[in-house]
């Protein structure tokens, strides 16, 4: 008896440690949108064995190679905007050798009525569209593993879709008329739960299936509704995500798909009466689904990326009139973000800080519990209690995965 005990955790403990692993990532965080900073709709759930990726829109088989898991084979659609699955072609065809004969496994929404398409529709619409791609490499020159381009998809609807390793995700209908069906996803693994919203609205069925849930990945409208009716309304603006979180009460509510690019949104949802666990998203955090919830504003095995200081649209600015504009910073500890002054001055060492030209690197971020936005430096500067000493400073922006900007000229009054 005691040798099969014995045999028995010989063999188990080092597949409990391999297999406790729950892990949620945040691959993309913006809505429809081209910036450099921000990917589109893409979340990573790392589950024991199980690799799981919920959307796939611009940008997204980009950060999944920053991971090292470019070759990841299993894709749960949400629901079929383009902002959740126009990176899909990137992802089967680039990561088609990688994958050898292993085929793209794709689950999500059949077609409905006044839908074009569903998701095994779109899959086949692929694979024919790039017919050529597929000829040439399976049957003329690489001879790539025929499996390996092959969709396997699935039009799923609500109930649980995959199970395997001891991992189960269950889809649930949201609302995101009139795109329908739109689903959110929950994956449950070692008795805890991660929900995904996807694209909705204020869902009750949402808050069915995400009550008490470890960690709710949940997007958000940040923009003004009284200019874009429309798309508000297919959308969960910061009042309605208030009452979702205080219904649903997750451990931990977690901010995505910001569209367009957010403002101070925490305020928002904070001031419509929220008070639980809420966390601003950015591409590349994660976050530890355990005992306790352990956020990582960036993964510190992603490769950095400097895309920022290239970003035309998004990129950190100084208006003619000294306004400091810098988009999806949030400096709170909800936030992850910084700002840095350093004295501009000549000379060695010229705006490096210390021993450049007179005065410290003063560095704003997460520990400093405060938070701008639309602010000129002098504002800043008096919300640090006048630390900055009057005359030219460069400002350099980071967000929390060491994204920086280009250095920015500031006059302090
Ligand atoms: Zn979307
Ligand atoms: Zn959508």
């Not at 709709?41 to 950060?63: H, K, W």
Request: with cysteine.
């Amino acid at each position: 008896m005691k040798t099969v005990t014995m045999f028995g955790l010989i063999c188990a403990l080092p597949l409990m440690a391999q297999n406790s692993t729950f892990k949620v990532t945040l691959l993309g965080t913006s809505g429809p949108g081209l910036s450099l900073d921000r990917s589109e709709a893409g979340t990573l759930v790392q589950a024991g064995s199980e690799n799981l990726l919920f959307d796939c829109g611009r940008g997204i088989p980009e950060r999944l190679t920053q991971l090292g898991l470019g070759n990841i084979n299993k894709v749960f659609l949400t629901h079929l905007h383009s902002d959740h699955t126009q990176g899909l072609p990137i992802l089967w065809m680039g990561s088609w050798n990688g994958r050898g004969t292993n085929p793209l496994s794709l689950f999500g929404p059949a077609q409905d009525t006044d839908q074009p398409t569903g998701t095994t529709g779109l899959a086949t619409q692929l694979t024919a569209a790039y017919a050529t791609n597929t000829h040439i490499r399976r049957d003329l020159v690489e001879h790539w593993a025929p499996e390996g381009i092959t969709i396997a998809a699935k039009d799923v609807t609500e109930g649980v879709v995959y199970q395997n390793n001891g991992v189960t995700v269950t889809a649930f209908l949201v609302d995101h008329a009139p795109v329908k069906p739109a689903l959110g996803y929950r994956v449950d693994f070692g008795g805890r739960s991660v929900v995904i919203s996807g694209d909705t609205t204020a869902s009750d069925n949402l808050v069915k299936f995400a009550k008490g849930v470890d960690l709710l990945v949940h997007e958000i409208w940040t923009g003004a509704a009284s200019t874009d009716i429309a798309t508000s309304l297919y959308h969960t603006t910061p009042e309605q995500a208030a009452s979702v979180f205080s219904r649903a009460a997750p451990k931990l509510a977690l901010l995505t798909h910001f569209a367009p690019m957010l403002a101070d949104v925490t305020k928002n949802i904070r001031s419509a009466g929220y008070g639980g666990p809420l966390q601003m998203g950015a591409d590349l955090l994660s976050v530890e689904v355990g005992d306790q919830l352990k956020v990582n504003p960036c993964s510190t095995t992603a490769t950095p990326v400097a895309s920022a200081a290239t970003s035309d649209t998004y990129k950190p600015a100084i208006t003619a009139d000294g306004t400091i504009i810098v988009w999806g910073s949030a400096f709170t500890p909800e936030g992850g973000n910084s700002l840095r002054f350093t004295r501009a001055g000549t000379g060695p060492g010229q705006g490096a800080g210390p021993g450049g030209a007179g005065q410290a690197a003063t560095v704003i971020d997460e520990t400093s519990n405060l938070f701008f936005w639309d602010k000129s430096a002098t504002q800043i500067n008096a919300a640090l209690g006048g630390k900055l000493a009057a005359g030219q400073w460069n400002l350099v922006v980071r967000n929390g995965c060491g994204v920086s900007s280009a250095a920015l000229g500031v006059t302090i009054q």
